[in-house]
């Protein structure tokens, strides 16, 4: 299974970015994908989630101004960040909560993307 992520880059503050991340592989379920963020200097936090039955779920810095949405045809997760500021700067972390079909048995896995980077200039 991969996850693949795209859509980050060099935005002034007030501007906004979209990040999507695609799963693909042999995947029977989706349980859950979200977003993390890690800053220099400290540890990977919540940005965002949503469940297989469109629940999600926020940090409180990101409430009101981030997204999140998914697309279950294309296993694809989409974080629409609108008002950034530059405490928002980061890499941001894609994350899956997967159901794997191997050797006809199926397992639960986490898995992560490699990241793509957020920089918000003020």
């Known amino acids: 299974v991969q996850l693949v992520e795209s859509g980050g880059g060099l935005v002034q503050a007030e501007g906004s970015l979209r990040l999507s991340c695609a799963a693909s592989g042999s995947i029977y379920v989706i349980n859950t994908m979200g977003w993390y963020r890690q800053a220099p200097g400290k540890q990977r936090e919540l940005v965002a989630t949503?469940?297989?039955?469109?629940?999600?779920n926020y940090a409180v810095s990101v409430k009101g101004r981030f997204t999140i949405s998914g697309d279950a045809a294309r296993n694809t997760v989409y974080l629409q960040m609108n008002t950034l500021k530059p405490e928002d700067t980061a890499v941001y972390y894609c994350?899956?909560?997967?159901?794997?079909?191997?050797?006809?048995?199926?397992?639960?896995?986490?898995?992560w993307g490699q990241g793509t980077q957020v920089t918000v200039s003020s």
């Open positions: 994350h899956a909560n997967l159901l794997v079909t191997i050797a006809g048995l199926k397992h639960e896995y986490n898995y």
């Open positions: 949503i469940t297989s039955g469109g629940s999600t």
